[in-house]
């Protein structure tokens, strides 16, 4: 059964520190690796990852992926309390025609002053 | 351009009546998807449509719930005699192709809904 498990699920810090989400998954002919950001309903895509090793970054925030040991972190360096939000993982298979994205139950940050 | 529309944005309903709740994809996005969030939760699949090919169903927790798409277009998802545990945030996400675009979604805003 395809699955994604995100850790922790959820997590408190203060404004400045740098944090670190993982995100595990079991799914049969990876395709790719997603992260999003839910701050009220509608979730925003930040990053896309499908070859192991390369670091995507977009300002304070990045996040690699280990195709061989099936995870993806993503960092947040320098947190502000605009970055308060649950992050999302989702991972992708080739199957075509079928429901082929897998999202995991998500890691909600909240940053405090 | 416009995003995905959603509404309503909210519905609140009475137990056992139904609802339906309508997706406007982004024009040109092929994939549309639906997924269902309870308070404090991920994302719940439900039902995928892409282009004219048969729709995967598998996520319907009921044969209370269904989904259809016109003309590849507009989606409504149907919830016959609601119950309070169908209480949850109803979310539509379109892609220009699920299998090319590899994943990335647009999501729209989504719809509370509230069965009392």
């Known amino acids: 059964e395809d699955k994604v498990v995100q850790s922790p699920l959820s997590l408190v810090v203060h404004e400045g520190d740098t944090v670190t989400l993982n995100c595990s998954y079991e799914?049969?002919?990876?395709?790719?690796l997603l992260w999003y950001k839910q701050e009220k309903k509608a979730p925003t895509f930040l990053f896309m990852l499908t070859s192991s090793g390369i670091e995507k970054k977009s300002g304070r925030l990045s996040s690699i992926l280990d195709k061989k040991e099936l995870f993806s972190i993503l960092n947040i360096t320098a947190t502000q309390t605009g970055d308060s939000a649950i992050y999302l993982c989702?991972?992708?298979?080739?199957?075509?025609?079928?429901?082929?994205?897998?999202f995991g139950t998500g890691t909600r940050l909240t940053v405090i002053p | 351009g416009a995003g995905v529309s959603q509404s309503p944005s909210n519905k609140v309903t009475e137990k056992g009546k139904d609802v339906e709740l309508r997706c406007d994809p982004i024009s040109g996005h092929t994939a549309l998807y639906w997924y269902r969030q309870s308070l404090g939760q991920g994302l719940e699949f439900l039902i995928y449509f892409q282009g004219n090919s048969a729709p995967d169903k598998s996520g319907l927790p009921s044969d209370r719930f269904s989904a259809e798409r016109t003309g590849g277009s507009v989606s409504t998802l149907t919830i016959q005699r609601t119950q309070q545990e169908d209480s949850a945030v109803y979310l539509c996400?379109?892609?220009?192709?699920?299998?090319?675009?590899?994943?990335?979604?647009?999501f729209g805003s989504g719809t509370q809904l509230s069965v009392l």
């Open positions: 799914v049969t002919n990876f395709r790719s």
């Open positions: 989702a991972v992708g298979s080739v199957w075509i025609g079928a429901n082929n994205l897998f």
């Open positions: 996400a379109s892609s220009p192709d699920g299998a090319r675009t590899q994943g990335k979604l647009f």
